[in-house]
T-cell receptor
Framework: SQQGEEDPQALSIQEGENATMNCSYK?????LQWYRQNSGRGLVHLIL?????REKHSGRLRVTLDTSKKSSSLLITASRAADTASYFC????????????FGKGTHLIIQP | GAVVSQHPSWVICKSGTSVKIECRSL??????MFWYRQFPKQSLMLMAT?????????EQGVEKDKFLINHASLTLSTLTVTSAHPEDSSFYIC????????????FGPGTRLLVL
């Protein structure tokens, strides 16, 4: 099965800076999604980008998708302390209502 | 809208006992629900796909006799960890897909299981 891989595994930046996380996957996909998880809690859906889209914005979030390289990036601009969390990409490559395949995640720490 | 709840939020049990975790879609119908497991500092791994009114589909390596899944209604799926052992201690998270919108899954808050 496909497996997303995020890098970096951990990222620590100062508040106000931009944070960029990358995700790679192995097989073809229908869409790719990014989720946030605060320590020990459930997932919060951030953004979904379809395989025929190249870029998508939502507030301070910008996601890109390059299907030729099987990679995606998540950019968080003007980071805040509340953005401290783990971020996961997830792919749905089998169509229909299928379970997601999650990457290993990037742990982001925003230092005040 | 699109709220998914889980109960209990955490449970501690003795080795050998069975634990049932409920996953409910509160304001929408979900023909399909999913169960994931997450070990500390690791990612989520799909365990099984739960379909209302039919048998669950398990991922490779997941024991169907150990992790019993029942999806008796369009808003409720249950996961029962039978004869739990310490290695089953994990964070179990469910998600549900709205019938008309397959793409987005809504996740429950998770259930933390500790088996002593």
């Amino acid at each position: 099965s496909q497996q997303g891989e995020e890098d970096p595994q951990a990222l620590s930046i100062q508040e106000g800076e931009n944070a960029t996380m990358n995700c790679s996957y192995k097989t073809s996909i229908n869409n790719l999604q990014w989720y946030r998880q605060n320590s020990g809690r459930g997932l919060v859906h951030l953004i979904l980008i379809r395989s025929n889209e190249r870029e998508k914005h939502s507030g301070r979030l910008r996601v890109t998708l390059d299907t030729s390289k099987k990679s995606s990036s998540l950019l968080i601009t003007a980071s805040r302390a509340a953005d401290t969390a783990s971020y996961f990409c997830a792919t749905d490559g089998r169509g229909g209502a299928d379970g997601l395949t999650f990457g290993k995640g990037t742990h982001l720490i925003i230092q005040p | 809208g699109a709220v998914v709840s889980q109960h209990p939020s955490w449970v501690i049990c003795k080795s050998g006992t069975s634990v049932k975790i409920e996953c409910r879609s509160l304001d929408f119908q979900a023909t399909t629900m999913f169960w994931y497991r997450q070990f500390p500092k690791q990612s989520l791994m799909l365990m099984a796909t739960s379909n209302e009114g039919s048998k669950a589909t398990y991922e490779q390596g997941v024991e169907k006799d150990k992790f019993l899944i029942n999806h008796a209604s369009l808003t409720l799926s249950t996961l029962t960890v039978t004869s739990a052992h310490p290695e089953d201690s994990s964070f179990y998270i469910c998600s549900a897909a709205r019938d008309s919108m397959w793409e987005t899954q809504y996740f429950g808050p998770g259930t933390r299981l500790l088996v002593l």
